[in-house]
């Protein structure tokens, strides 16, 4: 069973050009979630998705931001007109339920805007 | 909202010996779990250990094990004998027990040095 498949690994932007990060989670889970990394800190929640629907965007910034996860293929988290503040180490995990089950990451998707 | 708090940005510690790392959360709630997971260069996040708040027992798994104090809102982790290998970014988390989904919250974290 694959874990959790993010895509690319690592990414490289030019400010103002555009980040598509994808991530499969496991078989069988239809919960996802975004997070971002900002170096030499934490990660913080982003956005939480199931299949077709966003639950809870709390953390997504406002503008430039946004996030789907389709009924067929990966969920996809996608940045706009990137920033050299948009630098960071992307997250995405899955469970399988929304209940007590714990959530798998991935390895990440580190995004460097030049 | 909650908050996890990690206090010590960096520790050391001579291999085979015992670490404890600290981990402070503030919480309203009276279900809940926390987690502990590390980080390697490689960036992936390893489940290292987790405790549900309703139960007392610590836990424990191999060399690691917490020290859950629930009403000084405290999730410490004790790592003994200590391998090169453990030296990673560790990093606290607290989920809601709710049914609101399973976000986390994470600690700043904390970069464990092992000295060989």
């Known amino acids: 069973n694959a874990g959790v498949m993010q895509n690319p690994r690592h990414l490289v932007r030019r400010r103002g050009q555009e980040a598509r990060l994808r991530c499969s989670p496991m078989k069988g889970h239809s919960h996802v979630y975004w997070y971002r990394q900002l170096p030499e800190e934490g990660l913080k929640f982003m956005v939480y998705?199931?299949?077709?629907?966003?639950?809870?965007e709390s953390g997504m910034p406002k503008e430039r931001f946004s996030a789907e996860f389709p009924k067929e293929g990966p969920s996809i988290l996608r940045i706009q007109q990137v920033v050299r503040g948009d630098s960071a180490a992307y997250f995405c995990?899955?469970?399988?339920?929304?209940?007590?089950?714990?959530?798998?990451f991935g390895q990440g998707t580190r995004l460097t805007v030049v | 909202a909650q908050t996890v708090t990690q206090s010590q940005p960096e520790m050391s510690v001579q291999e085979a010996e015992t670490v404890t790392l600290s981990c402070t959360y503030d919480?309203?709630?009276?279900?809940?779990?926390l987690f502990w997971y590390k980080q390697p260069p490689s960036r992936q996040m390893i489940l290292v250990i987790r405790?549900?708040?309703?139960?007392?027992q610590n836990a424990t798994e191999n060399r690691f094990s917490v020290n859950f104090q629930k009403a000084a809102k405290s999730f410490s982790l004790k790592i003994s004998d200590s391998q090169l290998g453990d030296a990673a970014m560790y990093f606290c988390?607290?989920?809601?027990?709710?049914?609101?989904?399973?976000?986390?919250?994470f600690g700043g974290g904390t970069r464990l040095m092992v000295k060989p």
């Open positions: 995990a899955s469970s399988p339920f929304q209940g007590k089950a714990d959530a798998f």
């Open positions: 405790q549900e708040a309703y139960k007392q």
């Open positions: 998705l199931q299949k077709e629907n966003i639950i809870d």
């Open positions: 919480t309203s709630e009276s279900d809940y779990y």
């Open positions: 988390a607290y989920r809601s027990g709710g049914n609101a989904g399973n976000m986390l919250t």
